[in-house]
């Protein structure tokens, strides 16, 4: 199990939230919870969905930055979720949840560590085929990397950066999550400058504790009205609960008229 994970959203919604929370982590989770601009943009017209393919930077160059304000609106505007996954690539999880995904015609935004994605490049090449996105969640899901020092958070940041682009043939991630939601002002500018926008979530299934799949859908349910994005997790242990959950929410949530949609970048 990935013990390092503090995969809560700070928001006390019930009282058995509370037991879940970690305390000390309450500050900066807070932080990319609400650190958000809530801004709904209109679909571009002619929007590819998913990643595209880039070229491998070069010296000196860099990817066009983006805001390092906390994203967490839907890039589609409308009725819509944004599916985020973190802490795979999996070799066994990730691909069902692909499964699923492509099942119902809907897409993800997938936070890796690192190194987990230099073990899975065809997890990760998959993942890119399939039209969705990549995110980076730094070498090693140091959930106080807000704690650490500058040189620190920026090697963890960049180091992921480049094993994800190098496994998936050339495709640079798109947003960053900070492990826990520990961002700091210092390591979203890092992000924001290397082309990777800040990722929060307005929904945490709670999916990594392993709750039981009708905790989870009925967390997801009862949180929908906090915002389109939504956490889960493909790494970190079995996850044969998230998978069941997605089986089950997806085509409910196509049937309440939800659209899957990516985070604004
Ligand atoms: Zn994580």
Known sequence: MWTGNRPVNGRVVAGWAVALTAAGLLTCV???????????????AGKRPGATKAAMPHKGTLPARVSAEITHAAESGGKAVNITIDDGPDPVWTPKILQVLQ????????????????????????????????????????????????????????????????????????????PGGAFTPYSRHVAAIHGMRPLGWNIDSRDFYRPGVSTIVNTVKYELGNGPTMLFHDGGGNRSQTFEALRQLLPWLKSQGYTFSFPVR
């Open 30 to 44: 807070w932080f990319a919870y609400t650190g958000g601009t809530g801004r709904h943009v209109s679909a571009a």
């Open 103 to 178: 099942d119902n015609g809907a897409h993800a935004t997938f936070c890796m560590i690192g190194p987990h994605a230099t073990a899975n490049p065809a997890v990760v090449e998959k993942i890119v085929a399939d039209g969705d996105r990549l995110c980076d969640h730094t070498v090693s899901h140091n959930t106080r990397m807000d704690h650490s020092p500058e040189a620190y958070q920026k090697s963890q940041i960049l180091d992921a950066a480049r094993m994800i682009q190098q496994a998936s043939g050339g495709v640079a991630p798109m947003y960053y999550r900070a």
